[in-house]
Nanobody, 127 residues
Framework: QVQLVESGGGSVQAGGSLRLSCTAS????????MGWFRQAPGKEREGVAT??????????WYTDSVKGRFTISQDNFENTLYLQMNSLKPEDTAMYYC??????????????????WGQGTQVTVSS
């Protein structure tokens, strides 16, 4: 199992920025896809951003509500996944998780297909 540790959450005012980090115990190893997810109280966990970190150029996907504001990226030397969040809104408030989907995938995995999860980091955006 891949061990994932998130950091970087906190409380900011609307319009502010935060950068989340997720350090993985193996990189890329058996991992082709990693992603950031969030879950607000009373809501289902949703995908925020996904990145392909296998061979070849990185590819990224974003949920519509964060396009143009969030950026997912990787640092292969530090075994770290990042989520740069700009222009934060109160509706971005949630627990944020990074996750990995080891193994070969011919397409980005669905939320329930990610098997390895971090403990989460809280992001709170006040208006």
């Amino acid at each position: 199992q891949v061990q994932l540790v998130e950091s970087g959450g906190g409380s900011v005012q609307a319009g502010g920025s935060l950068r989340l980090s997720c350090t993985a115990s193996e990189w890329p190893g058996r991992i082709y896809y990693m992603g950031w997810f969030r879950q607000a109280p009373g809501k289902e966990r949703e995908g925020v951003a996904t990145i392909y970190i296998g061979s070849g150029p990185a590819r990224t996907w974003y949920t519509d509500s964060v396009k143009g504001r969030f950026t997912i990226s990787q640092d292969n030397f530090e075994n770290t996944l990042y989520l740069q969040m700009n222009s934060l809104k109160p509706e971005d408030t949630a627990m944020y998780y990074c996750a990995a989907a080891p193994g070969y995938w011919s397409r980005p995995p669905a939320v329930n297909e990610y098997t390895d999860w971090g403990q989460g980091t809280q992001v709170t955006v006040s208006s």
